[in-house]
């Protein structure tokens, strides 16, 4: 969950703005690091627009792949 942290905060400009759009304060995300309740992932989750599982789980979004089902962009 700390990767995804640090990668959806990087997309924000900082975890400062991160917590900002979760709405929580940075002490919040700082409890990350402690590991963190589960009502956090789910803001976290939300804000890099990804699954809860994906957040959990640690796995690397693919660029260009669907959020939901993972499945890459192109024609069907």
Known sequence: MRAAERNIARAYGGRDVLAAVMGVSKDALNNIRRGSSYAVAVLLARA????????????????????????????S
Do not use: F, M, T, Y
């Not at 690397?60 to 962009?73: D, E, N, S």
């Open 48 to 75: 890099g627009g990804i699954p809860v599982e994906q957040v959990l789980s640690g796995k690397p979004h693919v660029a260009g792949a669907c959020a939901l089902c993972g499945r890459k962009g192109g024609a």
